[in-house]
């Protein structure tokens, strides 16, 4: 399947949860851009704000629509709904 959309995760590098993220896009050949904000408040605030107000790692976006934390993308992964997002473009 070939990726239609544009995936980015806001992580720090020590965060067990944003590995666990990462490993499932890596195994799914999903391609990404990953932001690392260990440290950089002025770049947590705008994810936040991207996010509607989250502040915690990971922050995973589709397309520029939030779709949640590490849980968050594990669960529509158990759906099937993670693969419709990245490689079904909706028209």
């Given at each position: 399947?070939?990726?239609?959309?544009?995936?980015?995760i806001y992580t720090w590098d020590h965060c067990p949860y944003c590995q666990?993220?990462?490993?499932?896009?890596?195994?799914k050949g999903i391609k990404y851009t990953r932001y690392r904000i260990d440290g950089d408040e002025v770049a947590r605030e705008k994810m936040?704000?991207?996010?509607?107000?989250r502040k915690t790692v990971p922050q995973v976006f589709v397309d520029d629509?939030?779709?949640?934390?590490?849980?968050d993308t594990h669960?529509?992964?158990?759906?099937?709904e993670l693969d419709k997002l990245i490689f079904e473009k909706a028209t």
């Open positions: 399947m070939k990726q239609k959309s544009k995936v980015e666990k993220t990462i490993q499932l896009f890596d195994n936040s704000i991207r996010a509607g107000g629509k939030h779709i949640g934390g590490c849980d669960v529509l992964d158990s759906k099937g």
